[in-house]
């Protein structure tokens, strides 16, 4: 076995690789960029090593960095984790020059796999169902535009290189094509450092649903069943779950016995996951699927498989990178119970999933114990930056049957805590809540289906979370902080209740959220307290303040929070839902970070890959004007208006802060 192992990644994948390490006494080693100096891999790894800027480009895809970053300190074995290098051929070879052990398959393998058009044209002389489409070397426009024709719309555009819907574009009518090739083509390369692009039908409705499988050196080959994984946005994965609900025991015989026969038609080893598209609008029994691709890496949804099968997979990995067999064989798996992984972003569902840069003031994941699990690459003051994706963690929850472990992920959502930026805890919460969703009703539609019902009530927050904001306010104006024991509440120098000759007491806040100022008047009497603002009114009685928490009674029911006073911010966290009130200045600029009477600012941080007009050129409202690229997506700004672009100050490969000015339209 190997005595010191190098981790070529980051965030999570980088810890979980070094918690099973470390299980099996082997040293770890991190790697680093400066935009992660200090960050959880690198605490818990024995040992860091910067290799470079933030950009990734730089730093986690320079693989000579890597690799003199190993022998320098003697690491016997790389593990890539997933994304970045996890899935080039040249990097495995470099490894292999170098004497360094790479945990993965084969270069043959990755280049057989790695590439999706070569990949398709392998299927298809193995007799491998795969989905109609156009993956041939030729890579122009006319080619593009005479498959698609053929194959009829939608399409998927997707890149050849990489994967978690990087590169990827549907588009439903030909003269949307030339642009959703241009995007897709750019997002690939930054992503991958491969344009290259392949076209296939859109398949509709459908189930997204993989099956893992594992392979060693010694002719073993088996699979550890199946994941559904059709709840996605951007073709990212949302929500995965072991084994996949409502699939005959017939077809995951097939599906089961179709990957293990994709492996062993490439000689492979390791870790790997064999994707299948699945017609869900069929009405057979058993309905027909088709091969996307293979994933020849560990998969970021790994643990609901290990959940329901009692592996460890990491030690898999290791243990065959090392020359050992596999530790079962196919017998003696036997899936028990059910799993379900939600992926924690920074982004902000209500605003089209876009990412959110900030830092974690305040990170409470929900309590771990026997059957919720979480996958963490961040602590409390980490910062989120645009340089990455933007997942926070992974909350995995299993129980004996599938609607134990709704129930558990339900809660587990409610309890999960997080300030400082927005997340997508809202919507995961949503999900499970939903009866479509409990029924297993699902497809790689699922959240355009039911956006209204998950979506919608995640922009303004509840009215008892602005009254919760408020009572922890007057309990800090009133104490100073929070009460501490031997604090007097009674004294008068404590009262709050805006005492007046000849007048009612009164008093008024102003507090913005979501960009809009919430203008309370408050009543304070001596039985209660009354809130006004924009047609609510709450009556507040019974408030305590304490540990991090406020409770009170409004409207005669019992409510409580998670609050957090930062300066001038309030968040307020309960039930799976943050909201940060800013207690407002004097004077407050009606300015937004999007469009303003014909002025287009960049909504996040990011890097700007095309400017696609010129000065005084004349647009058309919704014309594309600037592409954006945060967190690895690409994000297209539109004129809000026709006009004239006047002040273009939008450059190519120019930084931007959110909110920065790029043009204007008049």
């Known amino acids: 076995m190997f005595e010191t192992l190098l981790i070529a990644n980051r965030g999570e994948i980088a810890c979980r690789v070094i918690r099973t390490a470390r299980k099996m006494g082997i040293r770890t080693i991190a790697v680093y960029s400066e935009a992660d100096a200090g960050a959880l891999h690198t605490l818990e790894a024995d040992e860091a090593i910067a290799i470079g800027p933030a950009p990734a480009r730089e730093s986690y895809l320079r693989g000579e960095k890597i690799i003199a970053a190993a022998l320098e300190t003697g690491a016997d074995a790389i593990h890539p ?14 490894c292999e020059r170098a004497g360094i052990t790479f945990v993965g398959p084969s270069a043959e393998a990755i280049r057989a796999m790695g590439n999706k058009d070569e990949a398709k044209r392998r299927m298809e002389s193995a007799e491998v169902p795969i989905v109609p489409g156009e993956h041939g070397e030729a890579q122009d426009y006319p080619t593009w535009a005479q498959a698609a024709e053929r194959i009829g719309y939608p399409v998927l555009v997707k890149a050849v290189a990489g994967g978690g819907g990087k590169g990827m574009r549907r588009v439903d009518r030909p003269d949307a094509l030339e642009a959703a090739l241009e995007a897709a083509a750019r997002e690939a390369e930054s992503s991958f450092g491969d344009r290259r692009l392949l076209i296939e039908k859109w398949l509709e409705p459908s189930r997204h649903v993989e099956v893992q499988i594992f392979a060693d050196g010694h ?6 069943f199946e994941r559904d994984c059709s709840i996605q946005r951007r073709h990212q994965k949302v929500l995965e779950e072991a084994p996949a609900p409502g699939l005959s025991e017939s077809t995951r015989l097939r599906m089961g016995e179709t990957a293990v026969r994709v492996a062993r038609a490439i000689d492979y080893q390791g870790a790997g996951t064999v994707e299948f598209i699945v017609d869900a609008g069929s009405e057979s029994e058993d309905p027909p699927f088709y091969f996307m691709e293979m994933n020849t890496r560990l998969q970021v949804e790994h643990p609901v498989t290990e959940a329901i099968t009692g592996t460890d997979l990491v030690e898999w990995q290791l243990r065959v990178a090392a020359g050992e067999p596999l530790p079962r064989s196919q017998e003696d798996i036997q899936p028990c119970g059910h799993a379900i992984e939600v992926r924690v972003y920074a982004e902000d569902p209500a605003r089209r999933y876009l990412p959110q840069t900030g830092t974690l003031v305040h990170h409470r994941p929900s309590p771990e114990s026997a059957h919720t699990r979480v996958d963490n690459g961040v602590a409390e003051g980490s910062a989120i930056t645009f340089h990455y994706d933007p997942m926070i963690s992974k909350l995995i929850v299993q129980a004996p049957d599938r609607t134990r472990a709704i129930r558990r992920l339900q809660e587990a959502t409610r309890q999960y805590e997080v300030a400082g930026l927005k997340t997508n805890l809202g919507l995961l919460n949503a999900i499970a809540m939903h009866p479509a969703f409990a029924a297993g009703r699902v497809t790689t539609s699922f959240l355009q289906d039911h956006e209204i019902a998950l979506i919608s009530g995640l922009g303004e927050p509840p009215e008892h979370f602005v009254a919760l904001a408020c009572a922890a306010l007057l309990e800090q104006r009133r104490h100073g902080s929070y009460p501490q024991k031997g604090e007097d509440p009674y004294s008068p120098w404590a009262t709050t209740d805006s005492f007046r000759l000849n007048e009612d007491g009164l008093d008024s806040m102003d507090l913005i959220v979501e960009k809009r100022t919430l203008h309370i008047l408050v009543h304070p009497t001596a039985a209660a307290i009354t809130l006004e603002w924009d047609g609510h009114a709450i009556v507040l009685r019974d408030i305590a303040a304490g540990e991090a928490r406020i409770s009170a009674m409004l409207d005669g029911q019992p409510r409580e929070a998670s609050v957090l006073i ?4 309030v968040h307020v966290m309960a039930d799976a839902r943050t909201a940060s009130f800013e207690i407002a200045p004097e004077k407050v600029s009606s300015e937004d970070s999007g469009t303003v009477e014909g002025i287009v600012r960049s909504p996040m941080p990011g890097k700007i890959t095309a400017v696609l007009v010129q000065e005084g050129e004349s647009v058309e409202v919704g014309q594309r004007l600037v592409q954006l690229e945060a967190m690895k997506m690409e994000h297209t700004l539109v004129a809000p208006t ?24 008049h």
């Open 566 to 569: 930062e300066g001038s911010i």
């Open 219 to 224: 002719g073993n080959a088996i699979h550890l």
């Open 81 to 94: 984790g997933y994304g970045f290098l996890s899935e080039n051929a040249e990097f495995a070879e470099a």
């Open 642 to 665: 026709a006009g004239k672009v006047v002040n273009l100050r939008a450059k190519l490969y120019l930084q931007v802060d959110e909110g920065q000015e790029l043009l204007a339209v």
